[in-house]
């Protein structure tokens, strides 16, 4: 069975780069066949896909947030990783990461639970 | 961002059926598959349908999904108290360049 965990700070200060990891277990990252995704979801707001990367550290964005984000892999530690940058408070969300079985078709099969991130001085 | 509309809220008693409509456009779901994910607070979130009538191993046959043109529903038969949860439906949308999530639908169990 496939379990995704997000780990990271908590709170993050207005301007500074959020960062959080993605730590696959029951699968390996490294055998390709699926893309990583983070997804959020901002208070009384819905879902926001963020951006997905491959095993071989291509990675494709969602054009709204592309110039802020990035999305990296460590195979070697099965993880991939969100950094966003320059955050406000418009950035406080729940964030999630997700396997995608297909870029185009999905689905997110298996997803973690989700890591609160708030953004405030 | 939410391209896709659904209906912020929906009920029913226990052993009712209840439909969740999720209405696109032809760069969405006019084009591509949908997916049905349930949220629960706390907890990870679950894909329902996938393939737009498709359910993975474990979800039971009263939950089922389709599609017409550009808008896609998602039923839920036999209602039960676990099916108290939020439901988005997804797809990707080629004007954005990605993955579009519906505005997302409530459903309490009276």
């Known amino acids: 069975q496939v379990q995704l965990q997000e780990s990271g700070p908590g709170l993050v200060k207005p301007s500074q780069t959020l960062s959080l990891t993605c730590t696959v277990s029951?699968?390996?990252?490294?055998?390709?066949?699926?893309?990583w995704s983070w997804i959020r979801q901002r208070p009384g707001k819905g879902l926001e896909w963020i951006g997905y990367?491959?095993?071989?550290?291509?990675?494709y964005y969602n054009p709204s947030l592309k110039s802020r984000v990035t999305i990296s892999v460590d195979t070697s530690k099965s993880q991939f990783s969100l950094n966003l940058s320059s955050v406000t408070d418009a950035d406080t969300a729940i964030y999630y990461c997700?396997?995608?079985?297909?870029?185009?078709?999905?689905?997110?099969?298996?997803w973690g639970q989700g890591t609160l991130v708030t953004v405030s001085s | 961002q939410s391209v896709m509309t659904q209906p912020p809220s929906a009920s029913g008693t226990p052993g009712q059926r209840v439909t969740i409509s999720c209405s696109g456009s032809s760069s969405n779901i006019g084009s591509y598959t949908v997916n049905w994910y349930q949220l629960l607070p706390g907890t990870a979130p679950k894909l329902l349908i996938y393939r737009t009538n498709q359910r993975p191993s474990g979800v039971p046959d009263r939950v089922s999904g389709s599609k017409s043109g550009t808008s896609a529903s998602l039923a839920i038969s036999g209602l039960q108290s676990e099916d108290e949860a939020d439901y988005y439906c997804a797809a990707w949308d080629d004007s954005l360049n990605g993955y579009v999530f519906g505005t997302g639908t409530k459903v309490t169990v009276l």
């Open positions: 029951g699968g390996s990252i490294s055998s390709g066949g699926y893309y």
């Open positions: 997700a396997r995608d079985v297909l870029p185009g078709t999905g689905p997110f099969d298996y």
């Open positions: 990367t491959y095993y071989t550290g291509n990675a």
